[in-house]
């Protein structure tokens, strides 16, 4: 069984991305919302939090795999380390780094408390998905009555409710307008709820005396798909108006899914007035359901891609400590010699090919998502989401977003396999964590949007979105960085591999949209393939402006030598071996056709 202390995070890259990089001490910290944490005060608690994941989290994550939790008379109870962990998560405070100071918070701007999810994430998935009532708070003080904030979020803070999102049916799937489960209005501010859910994280356990349930429904007479439903709180216990705990409501786990991984995080079926009314508050009392579970859904669209991006990079550190301690095979220049000394498998040079696949993708996604979490940063220092002052960075969020979730959770399925592979046969034991990682990843291609949503969100709203000005604004930023002297000599080459991937997609761009006027199945047929491209090339962007703070930091921080020359050989391997892909992708869109959707289905 793989080790309790499985995780490994990388707090080095972390702090580099946060405070050399991006420089939050100086871009958002001390800014607008963001007022009491200076960065002294960020490093620290990112430690901290580092060895809460390490020492107290972590150690759920084996456990959770093979004694998980299970169903009994509608009751869902969690093993003990599962819950000794989410207990740790709250004990440290990890749960007021985000929360605003009015909430009793410490205000933490966005990059941060991604930076801090990271860390528990990659210690333990499950843990970090039962810790959404901080979430579900956020949004009852956004979007809720002031009646509303004052029944339910003084407990969700001090008695650690914990929080769901509600929306698949068993039809409906990621058809969310399909949803048939109804609302009927009973009087005064009390709605009931009736209808079947699934597939819903951490709906039932006993690691929280309520949970908090966030389920779209909809009312009698409202119309139907997407803008006919309307978002309800529906407490697990009926919550008073004082904020006291009532009696159980009517709405219960009636299955457990049993799923190939993540199995500490239970997945449910919840059925809602069967045989005792589901009571629920009308959010906000507005009917704008799937407006108020953006809110929702964009923070798990980013989390999801987080998760990925945590597990392939405790992957890889695996994987690198393995490498240097099994010894196996002389090296290939003297395979030779039957004399040679063993060596370390690192020195293979396969090895190191699949390490730097691994380390650079890592610290591309990381840069990627963090970098998306500092355009958040920036939207709430100017006044938040659908503030006129914020409009141009909130459109380069939405835009971000189907690339963090997308790529992140597309490509880490993919080199997790990378990752099994350094380890040889052993990696296939659960001596080693890591045929638990592709497990427990899986899911993150399809939950919160499968890639291919993400592929037709990105498509057909983000890049069309006011005129394709965001995206031409982001295109521009990278071609200014293309055709600069950034680096100076040293970066030349990933310069011109930067440039040429760029022009390469915009002619990939140009093929697609000159096809549209043949059929939209070519990009249902092109989707992912512009995903992956678009987010390639914004991290070959970002890799390279890493790279040439590496070059400065090296002269002021020469004992950092070392970590520098690994920021500088990441984004010179990408540049390499990722950004000319692109070409060949651009001229599959260029030759595609519609020949796939003319095969009769009985063919397949």
Not at 288 to 297: A, D, L, T, V
């Amino acid at each position: 069984m793989s080790s309790p202390n499985h995780y490994k995070p990388n707090l080095r890259d972390l702090y580099f991305n946060l405070f050399e990089f991006l420089d939050i001490g100086r871009t958002s910290l001390g800014k607008g919302p963001f007022g009491d944490i200076d960065e002294t005060a960020a490093r620290q608690t990112l430690e901290t939090f580092a060895q809460v994941c390490v020492n107290e989290v972590a150690p759920s994550f084996a456990e959770s795999e093979h004694a998980p939790p299970v169903l009994e008379n509608g009751e869902v109870k969690l093993p003990p380390l599962l819950k000794k962990a989410i207990s740790a998560y709250y004990d440290a405070g990890m749960n007021q780094l985000e929360l605003p100071p009015h909430m009793g918070g410490l205000g933490a701007p966005p990059s941060l408390a991604w930076g801090a999810f990271e860390l528990l994430v990659g210690a333990s998935a499950p843990v970090a998905f039962y810790t959404l009532g901080t979430l579900v708070s956020r949004v009852i003080d956004r979007l809720g009555t002031e009646a509303q904030k004052k029944r339910f979020l003084p407990a969700i803070t001090e008695q650690r409710w914990i929080g769901t999102m509600v929306l698949t049916e068993p039809d409906a799937g990621s058809d969310v307008g399909a949803a048939r489960a109804k609302a009927r209005h009973v009087g005064g501010d009390v709605w009931e709820i009736e209808g079947v859910k699934r597939f819903i994280t951490s709906a039932e356990h006993d690691a929280s005396e309520n949970i908090i349930h966030m389920v779209l429904a909809r009312p009698e007479g409202a119309g139907p798909g997407t803008k006919g439903l309307s978002l309800f709180i529906v407490p697990k216990f009926w919550v008073e108006e004082d904020g006291k705990l009532g009696e159980r409501n009517g709405v219960v786990c009636t299955k457990l899914e049993k799923k190939m991984g993540l199995k500490g995080s239970v997945t449910c079926e919840l059925t809602f007035g069967d045989g005792k009314p589901a009571r629920g508050l009308l959010l906000g009392e507005v009917h704008e359901g799937i407006r108020q579970m953006f809110h929702i859904i964009e923070q798990a669209r980013m989390a999801v891609g987080m998760k990925s991006m945590a597990t392939l990079s405790t992957a890889y550190l695996n994987a690198l400590e393995f490498t240097q301690d099994r010894k196996q095979g002389s090296d290939l220049l003297a395979a030779r010699d039957k004399t040679a000394p063993r060596v370390a498998i690192i020195r293979h040079p396969d090895v190191r090919r699949m390490l730097m696949a691994q380390k650079a993708h890592a610290e591309g996604m990381r840069a990627l998502a963090l970098f998306t979490a500092s355009i958040q940063d920036q939207v709430e220092i100017k006044g938040g989401h659908r503030a006129l002052e914020a409009a141009e960075l909130d459109a380069l969020n939405d835009l971000l977003l189907p690339l963090v979730k997308g790529y992140c959770s597309e490509k880490a399925y993919e080199l997790l396999a990378v990752s099994l592979q350094c380890f040889g046969g052993s990696g296939y034991l659960a001596d080693y964590p890591v045929e638990q990682y592709i497990r427990d990843q899986k899911i993150d291609t399809l939950y919160e949007g499968t890639t291919h949503i993400q592929a037709l969100d990105l498509i057909m709203r983000k890049l069309a979105r006011d005129g394709g000005a965001t995206f031409q604004g982001l295109l521009g930023q990278i071609r200014q960085t293309a055709e600069s002297d950034l680096g100076g000599k040293e970066l030349e080459t990933e310069r011109k591999a930067l440039g040429e991937a760029l022009g390469a997609l915009e002619t990939m761009l140009g093929a697609l949209m000159g096809k549209l006027g043949e059929s939209l199945y070519h990009v249902g047929l092109q989707g992912n393939r512009v995903l992956a491209s678009v987010a390639e090339v914004v991290i070959g962007w970002l890799l390279v402006r890493h790279a040439a703070v590496a070059l400065e930091r090296t002269k002021v921080n020469p004992g950092d030598k070392a970590f520098y020359a690994g920021k500088l050989a990441s984004a010179r391997w990408f540049c390499k071996e990722v950004l000319p892909n692109i070409a060949h992708h651009a001229r599959m869109v260029e030759q595609g056709s519609l020949d796939l959707m003319e095969v009769p289905d009985e063919a397949f």
